[in-house]
């Protein structure tokens, strides 16, 4: 799928199948390259029940862990033991217990601001690349999770923001969050979460409705705007959908 394509929506009965449907595709991503994987996660509300399950018996012994390496579109900048540390979170659902610690990629956040973290974390991704540029025959990651917020911003690139706009950089700082948690936030840049062979948003709940009804009727909104040079996959829940879709698909 081009990155000017329109996402394929794929719908689940409920949030417990969006997380099955996730794990499948993350899954399915390990399983098409044979060499170094690169996953980046996502904060919020939305993975944990597909950590949960990365981290649960049924599926944890079949994940190459010595091979996948697990990096994370954003962050907020509070210290690593704060809850509402995005990347905490992810370790201490699946990562700590299972992932080689070289193999965990925080976004640094004991930086003296949200623009030093972002540099030491580019340097981090291009070091991990092997090239200070980016080619689109060549992605950075195999897979990126992201969510959709109630504004429409995704990782920490909200709507209206300079931020959203940056296409030198690959990862910046946010000195000033949209939405709760009104905390500084370090984020991946567009052209940077492009780089990969698919991006997967996962949009559950019905407080999602009307966020994703804005979506999809195609409005300019970060969420919309960010892309993979690869496929882009929504996958959302029946509660999520508006009405006037909502059924059977």
């Not at 033991?81 to 640094?108: E, K």
């Not at 973290?117 to 092997?130: C, D, K, N, P, V």
């Not at 992605?139 to 931020?163: K, Q, R, V």
């Not at 940056?166 to 009104?182: I, L, S, T």
Request: proline residues 9%; contains cysteine; aromatic residues 6%.
């Amino acid at each position: 799928m081009a990155a000017a394509d329109k996402p394929e929506l794929i719908v689940a009965a409920d949030a417990e199948a969006l997380a099955q449907a996730a794990a499948e595709r993350v899954m399915a991503r390990i399983a098409a390259n044979a060499g170094r994987i690169a996953i980046c996660l996502t904060g919020g509300s939305s993975p944990k029940k597909l950590y949960q399950l990365l981290g649960g018996d049924a599926w944890r012994g079949k994940i190459p862990w010595d091979r996948v390496h697990w990096f994370i579109g954003d962050e907020r900048f509070v210290p690593e033991s704060d809850p509402l540390n995005n990347m905490a979170v992810a370790r201490a659902t699946f990562l700590d217990r299972n992932a080689p610690s070289g193999h965990i990629h925080p976004i640094p956040t004991a930086a003296e601001s949200p623009d030093q973290s972002a540099e030491t974390y580019a340097r981090e991704l291009q070091a991990f690349y092997g090239s200070g540029s980016l080619d689109p025959a060549r992605p950075l990651f195999d897979l990126i999770l992201m969510g959709a917020g109630p504004d429409g911003h995704t990782a920490s690139l909200f709507p209206g923001y300079p931020e959203i706009e940056e296409m030198q950089r690959w990862v910046v700082g946010v000195p000033k969050a949209n939405v709760a948690p009104f905390v500084p936030r370090v984020s991946l840049t567009l052209p940077v979460l492009a780089s990969c062979r698919e991006m997967l948003f996962e949009i559950a709940g019905h407080d999602k409705q009307p966020i994703l009804t804005r979506l999809l009727n195609g409005e300019t909104l970060p969420a919309v705007r960010a892309r993979s040079n690869g496929e882009t996959v929504w996958l959302v829940d029946q509660a999520a959908l508006p009405e006037e879709i909502r059924g059977p698909r």
